[in-house]
């Protein structure tokens, strides 16, 4: 059935391979230039065949009567993709149901998860919201190693492909690496950048940003972050510094402050975000390295446990693996016909 015929090689990212150094990967390396759809399914591709392997496996007799031995085989296998007890219970309990005392096919099984999937991770598609009136400014928080830099040069890439002009503000200064790597992304991505030394006041690194991002008349000014533990009360201090010196520059900046989320961090990221995210006023969620994990079901209980917008997806190490995220899509991608890399 050409329904599980994708491919199910290797990534074509392994993060664990360069884990001591902070610079990007290679643009050299990047996949064939493909459809955002394209790489979207293939960002998704370790989720997506692990939940229809699984699920395939179950029905190796056409048709399977939903008993309780095929039930809890069915909610084992929900439950691995990360998206939560509830809602793999909920699915189960449907499939129960509708398919009491009859066969249950595999394709109708399939129909009932998409379906389900599509409810829970529903929102509005939420693009980052401009301003007309002068910059917009993004301020990019999180936990250390969830991704933030990376997200930053990507959102940069989108920004200027849809032609607006990017300052970057280097505002991870704890730790020299972080500068260095931030800046070989502008040079790559042609974002202009604002650095300061390694320990300089990050507050004062987002006000220059800022000032530059005004007197160059840009359009979006993005700035980075660091990102030891939330429970450390400094770093909350840190933020919240940072937030105040740009809305004296900007009245209602910053305009987004995207929370970058590892989701190979499954639901144990969730609850350590979470803390942030009340700290740090955040309006929306980059849910980073969907690629990497197959357990992208984690959607759901993000979508569940915060008041947060996904607004983008990261599925890939390259400046161009970003993509607003639509639960439909998303949906489609997982469970879509054919092969992936088409
Ligand atoms: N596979 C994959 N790797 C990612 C993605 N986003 C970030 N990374 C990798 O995750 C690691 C940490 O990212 P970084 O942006 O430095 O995180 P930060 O500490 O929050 O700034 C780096 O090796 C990145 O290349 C993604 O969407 N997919
Ligand atoms: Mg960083």
Redesign the pocket.
Same mark, same amino acid.
């Given at each position: 059935m050409g329904l599980f015929d994708r491919v199910t090689g290797k990534?074509s990212?392994?993060?664990s391979e360069? @884990?001591t150094s902070?610079a !990007? !990967?290679k643009s050299g390396d990047a996949p064939k230039k493909k459809g955002l759809f394209a790489r979207f399914r293939q +960002?998704l591709q370790k989720t997506a065949s692990v939940l229809n392997t699984d699920i395939r496996d179950l029905f190796k007799q056409e048709g399977r009567l939903p008993d309780d031995e095929f039930l809890g085989e069915l909610f084992a296998i929900l439950v691995k993709s990360d998206m939560g007890a509830g809602p793999a219970a909920e699915i189960r309990d449907q499939i129960k149901n509708d398919f009491r005392g009859r066969k249950v096919q595999m394709a109708e099984v399939l129909q009932v998860i998409s379906r389900k999937l599509r409810e829970l991770m529903a929102q509005p598609e939420e693009p980052i919201q401009y301003v007309e009136s002068g910059p917009t400014v993004v301020l990019v928080v +999180?936990?250390?190693?969830? +991704? *933030?830099?990376?997200?930053?040069? *990507?959102l940069a890439t989108m920004f200027q492909q849809q032609g607006r002009t990017v300052v970057l503000g280097a505002g %991870?200064t704890f730790r020299a690496a @972080?500068v260095q790597?931030l800046t070989i992304w502008a040079e790559r991505t042609g974002a202009e950048i604002v650095t300061g030394k390694q320990g300089t006041d990050p507050a004062s690194v987002a006000h220059q940003a800022v000032t530059r991002a005004i007197e160059s008349k840009v359009d979006v000014c993005v700035i980075?972050t660091a990102?030891r533990l939330q429970t450390q009360n400094s770093l909350m201090q840190e933020l919240g510094k940072i937030r105040r010196v740009i809305s004296k520059q900007i009245e209602d900046a910053p305009h987004e402050v995207l929370l970058?989320l590892?989701?190979t961090a499954g639901q144990n990221g969730i609850s350590q975000a979470k803390g942030f995210s009340d700290a740090a006023g955040c309006t929306g969620i980059v849910l @980073? *390295?969907?690629?990497?994990t197959a357990k992208g079901g984690v959607v759901v209980p993000i979508r569940q446990q915060f008041e947060l917008p996904v607004k983008y997806? +990261?599925?890939?190490?390259q400046a161009e %693996?970003?993509a607003l995220f639509n639960a439909d899509e998303f949906v489609d991608a997982l469970f879509a016909e054919g092969d992936s890399n088409a």
């Open positions: 990534s990212v392994d993060s360069d @884990a902070d !990007p !990967p +960002g +999180g936990v250390n190693g969830s +991704g *933030k830099t990376t997200s930053i040069a *990507k %991870d @972080a790597q980075d990102g970058v590892d989701a @980073a *390295k969907l690629d990497g997806i +990261g599925v890939g190490e %693996d970003l």
